[in-house]
């Protein structure tokens, strides 16, 4: 699960970047919260890597995904990519769990 999870992980976090760079064009909040806020998110993307198999960790990771949906009132597309996002967050969870699950049940094998 921690490879998937991580790997939808950093793609939010050149996804947020990208995001903050076109809200900073678009929009009219200021510089610096825009990039407080973003790059908030972007470092907490990174630390979520490390923290999915901790516990609380995949629920913290279901918030990135809902602020990153809510990201689409600043920059419309986000909500597309944000519910792309959430998607893949959804697979990596689901599906990172069933090959967790065959890799024990295959080393209880041996």
Not at 18 to 41: E, H, N, P, R
Not at 54 to 74: C, D, M, N, T, Y
Request: charged share 10%; aromatic share 10%.
């Amino acid at each position: 699960m921690r490879t998937l999870c991580a790997s939808t992980l950093i793609g939010e976090f050149f996804v947020i970047g990208f995001a903050g760079l076109v809200a900073m064009q678009t929009t009219d909040v200021s510089t610096g919260l825009l990039w407080a806020v973003c790059g908030g998110a972007m470092v907490l993307a990174v630390l979520l890597c490390g923290m999915l198999t901790r516990p609380g960790g995949v629920a913290v990771g279901w918030v990135l995904q809902g602020a990153l949906i809510a990201s689409g009132f600043l920059v419309p597309l986000m909500f597309f990519l944000g519910a792309c996002f959430a998607g893949l967050w959804w697979a990596s969870v689901h599906f990172g769990r069933k090959v967790d699950e065959a890799k024990a049940a295959r080393a209880a094998m041996v």
